[in-house]
Each structure stands twice: as C-alpha cells, then as structure tokens.
C-alpha cells in the first residue's frame, strides 16, 4: 500500500482554479451543541463496520439515547477547543479491498481504513 498511498498526483498546472465563493458564508464558531450531535448521528449509515475498538457502530451511537451525545459532544468540545485529537485517533487498521481482476495482483486492491 506504500506506493499507493504515496502516488504522485496528476495536478494539470493549466488547470483553472476555482473561484471563491460570491459572498462569505455564515461559519459558526461556538461550540458543538447536542442538536449538530444529533444531526450527524442521524445521517450516519447503518451496517458500517467500527473503527480501531471493534465496537463503536453507528447503531451503537443512534440507539445509545442522550447519555451517548452528551459524551460524544463533550468529547468533541473539549477537541475542538484544545485543537488537538487524541493520539488514538491517529491509529487506523487500513484493509485491503479487492478490485476486479488478478487477485494476484497487489495493484488490484484498494486500501479502506478503519
């Protein structure tokens, strides 16, 4: 996966770049509340596999009740105003996906991480 992950880009310099936006959009700057917890929950798809701890599943955090967006947002708070993540956020469990074709072949596989 070294070589995949690290692939050179293929950026063409006559490229245009995008403009900015018209006018500046409203960007909220105070802290996380429990209803933009809620909403993210909500939008989260069900049947996804958990991160690095095995147990943590997006039904765990819909069905889990207030207790669970209390700390989710409290955890998230306390990020966002430290600016700085936890080290074991920085630990991903990258799993191979086979592509179609030769499986034999290290190129026909694309790297997910969990």
Same mark, same amino acid.
């Given at each position: ?14 490229? !245009? ?5 018209? +006018?500046?959009?409203?960007?909220? @700057?105070? $802290?996380?509340?429990? %209803? ?34 209390? !700390? ?5 708070? +306390?990020?966002?105003?430290?600016? @700085?993540? $936890?080290?074991?956020? %920085? ?24």
């Amino acid at each position: 996966f070294e070589e995949l992950l690290n692939a050179k880009t293929n950026i063409n310099p006559n490229t !245009q770049a995008i403009p900015p936006a018209p +006018e500046d959009l409203p960007i909220n @700057q105070g $802290p996380i509340t429990i %209803n933009e917890v809620e909403q993210a929950i909500n939008q989260l798809k069900d049947g996804k596999s958990p991160g690095i701890d095995h147990s943590i599943t997006p039904e765990v955090l819909k069905y889990g009740g207030r207790w669970i967006m209390n !700390q989710l947002c409290n955890i998230c708070n +306390e990020i966002y105003n430290n600016q @700085q993540t $936890p080290k074991q956020f %920085n630990t991903n469990i990258i799993v191979p996906i086979p592509k179609k074709g030769d499986k034999t072949l290290t190129t026909n596989y694309r790297g997910i991480s969990l």
